[in-house]
């Protein structure tokens, strides 16, 4: 996994970036609802947070 600036809300690029994943993975784990997106705006952003929590709670 690749450290990044600490930053409370993520990009999609950062998002996928921070969990070593294409922009695809991520909208496919968005969709099945193991990761949390916020739309605002018409643009997708994650809490950093919650991304870090989705990936100790993975198996």
């Known amino acids: 996994m690749k450290t990044t600036k600490s930053k409370s809300i ?3 690029k950062q998002a996928a970036e921070l969990l070593s994943v294409s922009l695809t993975t991520l909208k496919s784990w ?3 609802k193991l990761i949390k997106a916020y739309k ?3 643009r997708v952003y994650y809490k950093e947070k ?3 929590k989705a ?3 993975s198996p």
């Open 40 to 42: 605002l705006g018409g």
């Open 50 to 52: 919650e991304l870090l």
């Open 30 to 32: 968005s969709d099945k």
């Open 55 to 57: 990936l100790e709670l």
């Open 10 to 12: 993520l990009t999609r």
